[in-house]
């Protein structure tokens, strides 16, 4: 059985900074991309970030650029997400996801069929 487990959400003020992680079992992540992806509330689900099979090619949400960072560890089959400078519109749940199609761009949340339950993120002005 696939699982992916966020972890690392909490409650953070604006300008300081947090590592989202995503543990995952039953699935080798190394064989996929993966991203994350958030949902506030009231708003459309927004694909955040993503990651290819050797990390060398990444999305990112113009709006995070230069402040989150993405990135994989495929020895401990975890998934990161680096969160610098946060912003309280970056206030949401944010979820990992597993790539299993390639029917779009790496960013199309259509093409990911394994998602974790998600972690919430707030952010204080």
């Known amino acids: 059985q696939v699982q992916l487990v966020e972890s690392g959400g909490g409650l953070v003020q604006a300008g300081g900074s947090l590592r989202l992680s995503c543990a995952a079992s039953g699935v080798t992540i190394r064989n996929y991309a993966m991203g994350w992806v958030r949902q506030a509330p009231g708003k459309e689900r927004e694909f955040v970030a993503a990651i290819n099979w050797f990390g060398n090619n990444n999305y990112y949400l113009d709006s995070v650029k230069g402040r989150f960072t993405i990135s994989r560890d495929n020895a401990k089959n975890t998934l990161y997400l680096q969160m610098n400078s946060p912003k309280p519109e970056d206030t949401a749940v944010y979820y990992c996801?597993?790539?299993?199609?390639?029917?779009?761009?790496?960013?199309?949340?259509?093409?990911?069929?394994?998602w974790g339950q998600g972690t919430q993120v707030t952010v204080s002005s």
């Open positions: 996801a597993a790539r299993v199609a390639t029917k779009s761009s790496i960013h199309y949340s259509g093409d990911y069929g394994y």
